[in-house]
């Protein structure tokens, strides 16, 4: 059975422009393609919807 790639959630021309909001380094999908993961300090960013949540850690709810 072949594999199926999953889509983008995010439109390319923004995808690009995105970076982490903590350390400005550049981020990618994660393997499921449901979050963000900054290339430096690892965190993971939900995507919702197909947006992206970007806020830092310390400002997401609990």
Known sequence: MPKTEIQDPIPNELYNIL???VDKADVKYTKDKTGLQCMKC???YPIREGIPIMLPPEMQEK
């Open 19 to 21: 970076a982490c909001p």
């Open 42 to 44: 690892k965190y993971v």
